[in-house]
Structures are given as structure tokens and as C-alpha cells.
């Protein structure tokens, strides 16, 4: 007997398998024509266990002996419920859905001719916050499938993709069964029971969207029943039928606008209760077209739940195109009432309505409500009598012309309702959670055929038919690069299990720089990383240069002890012989300054050689509370240009010296000398949310500003340290989104030189600038036309920056760019010293063109005169470009 055979057999003794029921039913669904009705739900409402069907209309539905009624249903076919009884073994039954009949009811329709949905959206959107916040804990059974297939491969990158095993109409297919926990307000932990792939298995999967409610926004795309959908949304009412003795209304969902944070397409609501019934809703953006449906089933008295996802995208990118489909089915729900709401209050209110409902049709309804309220308010209280908020709600939901604003008020009633006795948000975010099973990836073909509640389609089948029967695990092999590219382009590995490293190879594009003062500089970076335990490490780096023009050698080693993850407590030593720009906290990036040494002639960055020494600790002290030191022991030498080398001289610049040009100082070669300096910066944020990643904790976000307090001290006499100054600085930055508004940042620092007897131009208040047209993106606190040294400060200053972003502000309102991800930005910045007049900038930049870079234009102003206009071009540089919505 082989040892993989005995490891797999322990893996199965020891876990515990759900036993799966060896009877049920299975068939075909189709319409009265005989086509496939794709991902339909057969649903036992008693058992809250159901299925999905795939493609070809096929399902399975494994359960144990008895008599249920199962329930055929999907969006656009009328609801079939079937009595039967299960015996041992499968039933064949296939089943025929008939096309759904709408009929136009009888609603309230005001004077001014307003579609009916109108009504039924403003009650729905009014009880939506009662729906978000209903279940505070569930759990449930769920099986999603992915399923994806390139329909067009352009013929340059077919070789390519063919090597790497993906071929053009060849599915590829991933399927899971999990079992989901969530909690309020929004912890979810998956427990992946078995999963298994026909391609590469990345492990990404929308299994957290199956949790994420449409009865709110969700990143960035505005729900149809949010409270400010009517700004951005039209409704008409396309018909309504009756199941199960309630009126579902089909509503047609209309943008007033196009945006890639709309959606189009169609919502079913209950009338009376007004929760979702079914859902079937598209976005569509430049990129790609996603269309999302939901079925919603009954999971407990009033509680309304989806129980089956389909999930699709058509993606089309330079020429390549593709298709992909999740398909989810959620079964064996175990929910959990909110505690913190009165939900016999919320039933007696759908009661209500729905009493109304049945005379909305009479001619006399003004006159008879009158009497009608009254008998539905005693009713209710004889219950129980309900708070004054309660009592607010209950009016505004029985008015028959409910106003937008009314809807918007009615809404934030019930979230207040729903919050008031809600416990305060712990600021530890549980957020997603993955567990894998030990056999997750184990499991054999007859036990798939046995918990697989969606069959596969032919196309499905045979792309797994290409895997060993057993599916032992052999996706789970990790590609590596051939060596020979590793060594000349770099890489990372291992050494041992706890030794990791990663170099930049020796010839890879980071390597290789240019600045007139080194000339051609050719770098070796290599770092070393021990994991110690759970959550300390050490890592070991050095960098080491050869300046070939300048005929010198730096390095420079850095070493890094983190030995307290939560607290994210580190310290760390850092020794070399350096170059290093004047502003020690920014300035110009050397990529750049390379393009504009070799292609403009233009060399804005100075340089200069310091050899030092410096230990730093950095800890939170408490939780938002963040205390960073450093002291650093240094020698500064001035460089000069030892390369005059450029591709071209077309601009008509010449080289300048390698000396900070300072307006209001003398521009002379800095002295030799030496500083010890002492660093602390402390810095707050109230209520800064967090997650647990392993150890580590990962900061989120906070609704207050950081507050941050800078000292910098230089001593003199301290192993011939001659430089002497005292540095203070107070800042405040946030960053926030308001709601159809917009999003916003600001920074406002102010500082000031104490005791400034000795202060050399290292030292100097510097600010990040730029003169070129080209520029990192993503930096609030960079000046778009000022030189680098320009206004640098030796006694006082003051800067703002102000930064205001929204998907529609002037250009992005032109239809052919509405569907772009595009996003547009407007920014004020100030700087004030008191060696220079106040500067001032003003632009106006589009962010994520073609997802690439930004292209902004702005317009300085200084002491109150035209300084400058001019474009500039932002590049993701040293860092991951992010993509909003």
C-alpha cells in the first residue's frame, strides 16, 4: 500500500464528512419551447435547502426521505411548486416553466402622471435599512463554481498563452463547496470544505460578494435602493404578477446618467414587505460588461434571503476577450436575528401596508383611509407601544405620496432605529477570513458527483478530463522562472523555511541610472528576510553602487528587527557611504530626472555624499497613537557634475551646477561637515480601524483626522558634530468620502527653526516640487510647478493642499468618456514662508486614463502674479497603481 494512499485515508478518517443524502431528485428544466431555462432554483422552503441549475438547465438536488414541495423558479417564468414524495435513490423530474404574465395593477398614480414605481421604490428604499440590518448572524452551505473561457486570443500573444497551457475556447473551470459564518457588521469566515480546478487555481473568487447586500451601495456603485437613488435613478413599473398570494412588481431600473457606477436592468419587489425578490442588473464600463442576478427565498419568518448568484463578465482588453460565469447556490441558512431590533413593530408595519394595499384599488381611498389608520395603529398597539421614532415611521409609511425627501427621511429613521441599541463597532475589523480543510483538495471524483449540487455541462466536463481522476492536488505546483532569468532579471526564493531572499538580478531595468553628478550608475540590490516566529522577522539588505563617470563605490546596509507585529514595533540600523538628494524627505524621482538628464539636457535633482549612521524605533504606543525615533550620525560632502552625457539638446537647456538653486540664499557649494541629529514625530488618529492579518495588524481607516507633531534636533560638539539648530513642525491630514459628493483629502502642515545658529542646506525645510512634465502620481503634498529647492525655508512656513475627486466634474459629463473609469480632480495648494512670497497653485487633472497615468493642468500664482501654466503627465512610479470607481 503506497504512502500517498495512507496519507489520503487518514486525511478522510480524520475529518468530519457530512453525510450526504444518497436520494433526492434530478432532471431538466426548460421552457414550453424545450430550451434550457440556465440557472433556475429548485427550492424546499421548509428545509432552506435548494440547488441551481447550470447551463444546459440540468440539477440535482440530493435530500433526505419525505414529502416536500420543491419550488421551480427564476426570473421571467412563473414559480412551479411540485409536491413530491422522496424514497430511496433519484427521481427523475424534469419540469416546464411557463413563461411569466404581467399584468399593469392598480396604483396610486399622482396628478403629475408619475409611474407607479415611483411608490413602490420610495417604500422599498425606506425599508431597506430594516432589511440591511435584519439578520445579525447566519450561516449557510454554499457551492460556487467558476467557469471561464477565452472566445478571442490576438495571434501576438496566442504562442505565448498556448506555452502556458490556455487555449482559445478551452474552459476552464473552478469549483468550491464552503461553509460561510457572517457577522454584523461585516465579519465573514469561510471554511473551505473541498475545491478543485481544471487551469491555474488562484484562489480568487467572489465568495465575498455573496455576502454583500444590494440593499447598499457596494464599492463605489450606487444601489437602486439607496436613499439617493432617485437622483441617479428613473423607474418604471413593467408589470407585476401574484406568488404565493403576495403581488411581486417587476421594475425596471433606468440611469439618469451614464457611469461605470450604475446600474441598468431589473429589480422584483414584494409588495407590502417590500424586500428584493429577484435581481437582474448589469454594469457596464469600459473594460468589461458585468451583469449580476440574484433569487431570493423565504429562510425564516420575514426574513428573505438569496439562495442562488449568477455572476457574469465579458471582458474585452487589447484584443483579448473572455467570458466568465460564477454560479453560486446557498443552502442550509441558520440565521440570527438582530437583537437590537423590533422586528414585531416592522411586521405589523408590513401588515399595514398590505391591508392597504387591498383598498388602494377603491375610488374612495382618500375618504377611507381615515378610518383605516386609526384601526391599524390600535391594532398595533395593542401589542406594544411603539417610541416616538417608531411612531414617525409608522406615519411617514402610510402616507399613499410619499415625497423623495420623505423617503430619504423615512430611511434614516429606520437606520437610526437599527443602530440605537447597536453596540459601538470594536475598531478590530474581522472582515474575510479563509480556512482551508486539510483534505480540501483530496476529495476523488465520486465524492464531487455526490455534493456537487450544480452538474457540470459537457464543455466543463472535459476541461477537468484532462486532470488525473483523483484531482490530488497538482495545480498546487508552483511555477517558477527559468534560472537564467532569475539571475539577469531577478527574483526571490528560499533558503531554508525560515531564510527568504530577493535581488534585483544583474542586469534587470533596476540596476542601471543616470545622474550628471555619478554617471552611469550600476546597482546590485540583495535582501535577506528571517521569519523568527509568528511575529518577528529580520531582514538584512544592502545596496551597493558603482558610479562608473565618478569612479566611486557606495553601499549602504540597512537592517530591520520587527519584533512585535500587532504593535508594529520594529527598530533598525542603517550604515553607508551614500548619495542622496538635499530634501532627505522627497524631492525629484531618479527615473525621471534620468529622462530629463538624457532627453531635455535639464538636471533639477543635486546630489550629495554623506557617510552615516542611524538606529530608529518605531511603535504604536496605544492603539492610533504612533511614536517614530531616530538619532543619526552623518558626514556631508558637496559633489560636483562628472558627466555631461544626453541623448539630445533640442529644449535648449544647458547643465547646471550640482547646487540647490534657493531664491533668497546664497547659491554657494555647501561646506564639509558633520551633524548629529536627533528625530521624533509622533502622530495621532482617534478611532483608526484595524485588521488582524496572522499577527500583524493592518491599519484601515478612521473617521477623524491625524494629528502629527515633528522635532528634529541638531547638536553641536558631539563627536565633531557642527551643526546646531532646534526644528518644530504641527500638521493635520485626512482623507474622506461624502456620499454623491465626492472624495476629499487635505494635508496643512506649519513649522518653525528654533536656535538656528549652525543650519546647513541639508537641513533646510524643503518641499516636494517639480519642473517636468512628467511626475510621480499620487502625491497630495507635491507642488506641480515649483522647483525643487525653489522656496525651501530656514526660519518659518506654512502649506495647505486641498484635494477634491469625483467621477463626474466637467469632462467626464461627454457621453463617449461617462462609461471610462476615468476620474476627474480639482486642487488648490499653498505654500508660505517667510524668505519667499506666498505660492499658489490651482489645477484641474484627469486620473486613470486608460489605467495608465494622469494628465492634470495647472496654474501657479505667485505674490498674487502668474507664475506659471503648463501640463503635467502622472505616472505610478515606485508603487501600485490603485483603480477606483
Known amino acids: 500500500m503506497s504512502s500517498k494512499f495512507i496519507l489520503f485515508f487518514a486525511l478522510l478518517l480524520s475529518f468530519p464528512l457530512q453525510i450526504v443524502a444518497s436520494q433526492g431528485i434530478r432532471g431538466r428544466i426548460t421552457d414550453t419551447s424545450g430550451q434550457p431555462v440556465a440557472f433556475a432554483t429548485v427550492y424546499i422552503q ?21 414529502v416536500y414541495d420543491f419550488r421551480f423558479q427564476y426570473m421571467g417564468y412563473k414559480t412551479r411548486v411540485v409536491p413530491l414524495r422522496v424514497d430511496e435513490g433519484y427521481q427523475e423530474v424534469d419540469v416546464v416553466m411557463e413563461e411569466q404574465q404581467y399584468s399593469l395593477p392598480e396604483v396610486v398614480v399622482t396628478a403629475s402622471g408619475e409611474d407607479p414605481a415611483y411608490y413602490i421604490m420610495r417604500k422599498a428604499i425606506a425599508m431597506s435599512q430594516y432589511y440591511l440590518n435584519q439578520v445579525s448572524e447566519y450561516r449557510s452551505r454554499v457551492y460556487l463554481k467558476g467557469s471561464g473561457v477565452l472566445t478571442k486570443i490576438p495571434a501576438l500573444m496566442r504562442r505565448q498563452l498556448e506555452r502556458e497551457g490556455v487555449e482559445q475556447d478551452r474552459y476552464f473551470v473552478t469549483e468550491t463547496l ?10 465573514t469566515s469561510t471554511r473551505v470544505i473541498s475545491t478543485r480546478s481544471s487551469g491555474d487555481d488562484s484562489q480568487t473568487s467572489p465568495m465575498a460578494f455573496i455576502t454583500i447586500s444590494l440593499y447598499q451601495d457596494i464599492n463605489g456603485i450606487i444601489s437602486p435602493l439607496s436613499r439617493n437613488a432617485f437622483q441617479v435613478y428613473r423607474f418604471r413599473l413593467e408589470g407585476s404578477f401574484l406568488e404565493d398570494g403576495y403581488q411581486v412588481n417587476k421594475i425596471r431600473v433606468i440611469p439618469r446618467r451614464s457611469g461605470p457606477d450604475l446600474y441598468s436592468g431589473y429589480i422584483y419587489i414584494r409588495d407590502g414587505s417590500w424586500n428584493l425578490h429577484t435581481v437582474d442588473l448589469q454594469i457596464e464600463q469600459s473594460l468589461f460588461t458585468a451583469s449580476v442576478r440574484q433569487v431570493y427565498n423565504p429562510v425564516g419568518q420575514g426574513v428573505w434571503m438569496p439562495v442562488s448568484h449568477d455572476f457574469r463578465f465579458e471582458v474585452g482588453v487589447m484584443g483579448l476577450e473572455m467570458e466568465y460565469t460564477y454560479v453560486a447556490s446557498v443552502s442550509d441558512y441558520e440565521i440570527t436575528l438582530n437583537p437590537n431590533l423590533d422586528h414585531g413593530f416592522y411586521r405589523q408595519l408590513m401588515e399595514s401596508d398590505l391591508f392597504l394595499l387591498e383598498t388602494r384599488g377603491a375610488s374612495d381611498l382618500e375618504t377611507r383611509a381615515p378610518e383605516i389608520r386609526p384601526a391599524i395603529i390600535e391594532k398595533r398597539d395593542l401589542v406594544e407601544e411603539p417610541t416616538p421614532r417608531q411612531q414617525r415611521i409608522a406615519r411617514l409609511m402610510e402616507k399613499d405620496n410619499l415625497t423623495n425627501r420623505q423617503t430619504r427621511q423615512l430611511n434614516r429613521l429606520v437606520r437610526r432605529e437599527a443602530r440605537e441599541g447597536a453596540p459601538r463597532r470594536p475598531l478590530e475589523v474581522s472582515g474575510f477570513s479563509m480556512e482551508m480543510a486539510d483534505s480540501a483538495r483530496l476529495r476523488t471524483h465520486d465524492y464531487w458527483e455526490q455534493n456537487r449540487p450544480v452538474p457540470l455541462t459537457a464543455e466543463e466536463w472535459e476541461s477537468f478530463g484532462e486532470l ?19 539571475i539577469f532579471l531577478g527574483g526571490q526564493g528560499r533558503l531554508s523555511p525560515q531564510w527568504r531572499y530577493t535581488h534585483n538580478g544583474l542586469a534587470g531595468l533596476s540596476s542601471w541610472s543616470f545622474n550628471t553628478v555619478d554617471g552611469l550608475l550600476y546597482t546590485k540590490n540583495l535582501r535577506f528576510t528571517r521569519s523568527m516566529t509568528s511575529d518577528r522577522n529580520l531582514t538584512l539588505a544592502n545596496s551597493t553602487s558603482w558610479a562608473f563617470d565618478r569612479k566611486a563605490l557606495n553601499t549602504d546596509f540597512r537592517a530591520t528587527f520587527s519584533y512585535n507585529a500587532f504593535r508594529r514595533a520594529s527598530a533598525g540600523l542603517h550604515a553607508g557611504v551614500v548619495t542622496r538628494d538635499f530634501n532627505r524627505d522627497g524631492g525629484m524621482h531618479r527615473l525621471v530626472n534620468a529622462a530629463a538628464i538624457l532627453l531635455l539636457q535639464k538636471n533639477d535633482l543635486k546630489l550629495l555624499e554623506q557617510d552615516y549612521l542611524r538606529v530608529w524605533h518605531n511603535t504604536d504606543i496605544i492603539n492610533g497613537l504612533v511614536l517614530e525615533t531616530s538619532v543619526e550620525y552623518a558626514r556631508r560632502r558637496a559633489l560636483e557634475n562628472h558627466s555631461k552625457f544626453h541623448f539630445t539638446s533640442w529644449s535648449g537647456n544647458e547643465f547646471t551646477p550640482n547646487i540647490p538653486d534657493f531664491k533668497s540664499f546664497e547659491n554657494d557649494i555647501m561646506a564639509s561637515h558633520r551633524a548629529m541629529i536627533v528625530d521624533a514625530r509622533l502622530s495621532y488618529t482617534h478611532r483608526h480601524y484595524y485588521m488582524r492579518v496572522g499577527e500583524r495588524k493592518q491599519m484601515l481607516y478612521s473617521y477623524y483626522p491625524t494629528l502629527s507633531l515633528n522635532y528634529r534636533e541638531a547638536f553641536d560638539g558631539i563627536a565633531g558634530s557642527n551643526a546646531r539648530f532646534r526644528l518644530l513642525e504641527a500638521g493635520i ?14 494635508i496643512v502642515r506649519a513649522g518653525r527653526f528654533f536656535n538656528a545658529e549652525n543650519l546647513f542646506t541639508p537641513d533646510f525645510r524643503h518641499f516636494n516640487g517639480n519642473t517636468t512634465w512628467v511626475m510621480s502620481a499620487g502625491e497630495t503634498d507635491r507642488f506641480r510647478s515649483l522647483g525643487f529647492y525653489e522656496n525651501s525655508a530656514a ?54 486614463v486608460f489605467l495608465l497615468f494622469n494628465l492634470e493642468v495647472v496654474t501657479g500664482f505667485r505674490g498674487g502674479r502668474h507664475h506659471y501654466t503648463g501640463f503635467r503627465i502622472g505616472l505610478p512610479l ?8
Open 46 to 66: 421548509e428545509l432552506h435547502h435548494g440547488t441551481t441549475a447550470n447551463m444546459d438547465g440540468e440539477y440535482i438536488l440530493p435530500v433526505k426521505p419525505g
Open 178 to 187: 464552503s461553509e460561510i459564518e457572517y457577522r454584523m457588521p461585516g465579519e
Open 468 to 486: 488525473p481522476e483523483d484531482t490530488l492536488g497538482e495545480n498546487d505546483k508552483t511555477s517558477t522562472a527559468k534560472p537564467w532569468r532569475e
Open 733 to 746: 491630514s485626512q482623507g474622506f468620502t461624502l456620499r454623491m459628493i465626492g472624495q476629499f483629502s487635505y
Open 795 to 848: 526660519t518659518s512656513w506654512a502649506e495647505a493642499h486641498l484635494h477634491y475627486e469625483h467621477g463626474r466634474i466637467l469632462l467626464k459629463r461627454i457621453p463617449f468618456l461617462a462609461r471610462t473609469l476615468i476620474r476627474e480632480q480639482i486642487y488648490a495648494k499653498l505654500l508660505a514662508t517667510e524668505e519667499h512670497k506666498p505660492y499658489l497653485e490651482v489645477g484641474y487633472g484627469l486620473n486613470q
Open 878 to 885: 515606485g508603487g501600485e497603481a490603485s483603480i477606483r470607481m
